[in-house]
């Protein structure tokens, strides 16, 4: 059994400590490794693409509400310690940092469950101090690790208020490739959602087919191949938000 949705601690002490240690006087960098590459939700004057060493992108903590539900967790990366990790940096103007600090927290961090961390960036323009959104191994929210099977029953059945699990990791590995950012552990998983996917739908294909002919497969017309049915997400999701 998953744990449950709750609040992990109080974000508010997490700001107040985050907006001290920035300052206010500098423009504010912030590191992006999922979500905020192809989604950052704010305005920014300026991206490049960085490398973080020292911790690395994986798909491992639990989502509840935006990819999954309590009973159907989802997945969505956190950063862990270990590695590194390519992603992107993004300049806030110092005079939009607190309000773009404010609305990342609302979006990021309302359970408190990531470590706010102040990390080196190497950049094609020089080193950056960049925020990250890190995840330690003793949150509520790690997933431990997971099996094949086990990403495979969760890409299958998780679904949430903002989609899938795969939809989300599609879409992050779609938009590292087009900054030339190569991530082949996530090209991996991304490989394997959808062999099964596409299997299941092969699955559904051929029992739709045995019912429309009363149990029997229908033999294709000389020269042409069976039409495949089309696939609904109930198909392969159990919940719909």
Known sequence: MEPVARPVRDPQPLLDRTIGEWGGHDDLWLFGYG??????????????????????????MWSRVNRGTVQHPGLVFGLLSGGSCQGMVFRVPAADGLETLGRLWLREMPTGVYDPRWLDCV??????????????????????????????????????????????????????????????????????????????????????????NGGQAAAPASGSEPAASDRSESDTFQEKP
Not at 40 to 58: K, M, N, S, Y
Not at 134 to 144: A, E, K, M, V, Y
Not at 196 to 211: P, R, V
Request: charged letters at 25%; a positive charge.
């Open 35 to 60: 979500s905020l590459i192809w989604r950052p939700d704010f305005d920014f004057t300026e991206r490049r693409a960085a490398r973080v060493h020292g911790w690395h992108r994986a798909l491992k």
């Open 123 to 212: 950049t094609p323009g020089g080193r950056v101090r960049a925020l990250a959104f890190t995840l330690s191994r003793r949150s509520p929210n790690f997933t431990g690790e997971l099996s094949d099977a086990r990403y495979r029953q969760i890409f299958q059945s998780a679904i949430g208020r903002y989609g899938t699990s795969i939809d989300y990791a599609r879409q992050t590995l779609i938009e590292l490739q087009r900054h030339a950012i190569h991530d082949r552990a996530l090209a991996r998983l991304v490989r394997l959602a959808e062999d099964e996917l596409s299997a299941l739908a092969d699955c559904s294909a051929a029992t739709g087919s045995l019912y429309m």
